[in-house]
C-alpha cells in the first residue's frame, strides 16, 4: 500500500486530533456565556474557521493550542452577547435561554443514578441549570464572560485578564459585581429526588386540570414566564400567583389536549409538551422549600427544533 503525495495532497495536520478535542470544552464554555446552543455552535464554528485560516507555521507558534481555542472563543461570545443586546430590545416577549436538547427521562426520582453524558453533551451542573442561566441574564457581558471564566471554569484573574482585554483588578471587580448580582435571587437547594416528585406531582395535577392541587404545589408568588418568540402563542409579560397560575395551566390542559413527557431540561427535573409528536414547550422549574417558586415555558420553535428532532 503506498501513500500519495505531491501536488494536490497536503500532509495531513497531526494537530487535529488535539485541536478536534477542545470543542467540547468550547461549546460548554459558550454556552454559559450566551444562553443559546446554537450560537454557541457558531460561536464554536467560527473560532475553528480562525484557527484553519492561519498558516500551519502560526499554528505551530502557539505554545497551547487549547488556551488559543479557548480565548478566541471567549472573545467571539463577548462581542456576542453586546450585540445580543440590542438584538432582545426588539425580541417580541420574554427571552428565555435556549434549553439543552435532552431525551432521557429521570431516574433520580426512581432511585436510580443519573444517566450516562454522551461525550458530546453539555457537563449538566448547576451552571446549568435554567435559573442559573437566567441569573447570568442580569450580568454586563464583560461581568458575565470574567463571572463564568473564573467562577465556572476556574481561570485565574490574569487569564481571564489576557482574554478579555482588562487588567486582573478589573476582571476582579467584574467577577465581584455579578455575584452581588446573583446572590440575592439565588435559592437552597432543594434534593433532586424531592424536585423530581414535586415537578412529577405537578405533571399528575396538571394532566388532571386539578386547580387546588397544582395550587397546593406552587408557592403563592410563584411566577411563570413565557418565551414564545412572536412565533408561538405565549404571555408578553410574566405571570405571578400560584391561584393565577393554577387556573391558567388547567385551562390549558382542558383547550389543547397535550401529552406531557417528564424530562431532564437543563440538568434538572422538566417536562416537555408534546402535540402530535411535536415538541411544542419545555417547562423548566425552579423550587424552594417544596414549592414551585419559578416556572419557564419556551414556547419559542426556533429554540425547540432539537427536542423534537434530536
Known amino acids: 500500500m503506498t501513500t500519495e503525495s505531491g501536488p494536490g495532497f497536503a500532509a495531513p495536520d497531526p494537530s487535529l486530533g488535539v485541536i478536534m478535542g477542545e470543542r467540547r470544552q468550547m461549546i460548554n464554555l459558550a454556552y454559559r456565556l ?18 484553519y485560516a492561519m498558516p500551519r507555521a502560526e499554528q505551530e507558534a502557539i505554545e497551547s493550542p487549547g488556551a488559543w481555542l479557548t480565548t478566541v472563543t471567549s472573545r467571539i461570545c463577548l462581542n ?12 417580541v416577549g420574554q427571552w428565555i ?15 436510580g443514578g443519573s444517566p450516562m453524558d454522551p461525550a458530546d453533551r453539555i457537563t449538566l451542573d448547576e451552571s446549568v441549570s435554567m435559573a442559573f442561566l437566567v441569573m447570568l441574564e442580569s450580568m454586563t457581558p464583560a461581568e458575565r464572560v470574567a463571572f463564568v471564566l ?10 481571564v485578564a489576557e482574554i478579555v482585554g482588562r487588567s ?42 386539578d386547580i387546588d392541587g397544582l395550587i397546593g404545589l406552587l408557592d403563592p408568588n410563584a411566577t411563570v414566564t413565557a418565551d414564545g418568540g412572536g412565533l408561538a402563542a405565549a404571555v408578553a409579560h410574566p405571570v405571578t400567583g400560584g391561584k393565577e397560575i393554577a387556573i ?8 389543547a389536549p397535550l401529552t406531557i413527557l417528564e424530562r431532564t431540561v437543563n440538568g434538572q427535573p422538566g417536562l416537555v409538551s408534546q402535540r402530535n409528536g411535536e415538541t411544542v414547550a419545555v417547562l423548566a422549574f425552579d423550587i424552594d422549600r417544596d414549592r414551585i417558586t419559578r416556572i419557564w415555558a419556551v414556547l419559542n420553535p426556533e429554540k425547540l427544533r432539537a427536542w423534537t428532532t434530536g
Open 248 to 255: 391558567a395551566c388547567a385551562d390549558l390542559a382542558a383547550r
Open 80 to 91: 456576542l452577547l453586546n450585540s445580543a443586546r440590542v438584538r432582545r430590545e426588539t425580541y
Open 97 to 111: 435561554p435556549e434549553p439543552l436538547p435532552e431525551h432521557t427521562e429521570w431516574t433520580t426520582a426512581r432511585g
Open 168 to 209: 486582573p483588578g478589573a476582571c476582579r471587580q467584574l467577577a465581584s459585581s455579578a455575584r452581588r448580582r446573583i446572590r440575592p435571587t439565588r435559592t437552597p437547594a432543594t434534593a433532586p429526588v424531592r424536585k423530581a416528585g414535586i415537578v412529577r406531582e405537578f405533571r399528575q395535577v396538571w394532566e388532571a386540570q
Open 34 to 51: 450566551l444562553g443559546s446552543l446554537s450560537d454557541a455552535e457558531d460561536a464554536v464554528q467560527e473560532t475553528y474557521a480562525r484557527w
Open 150 to 159: 473564573h467562577d465556572v471554569f476556574r481561570y485565574s484573574f490574569a487569564e
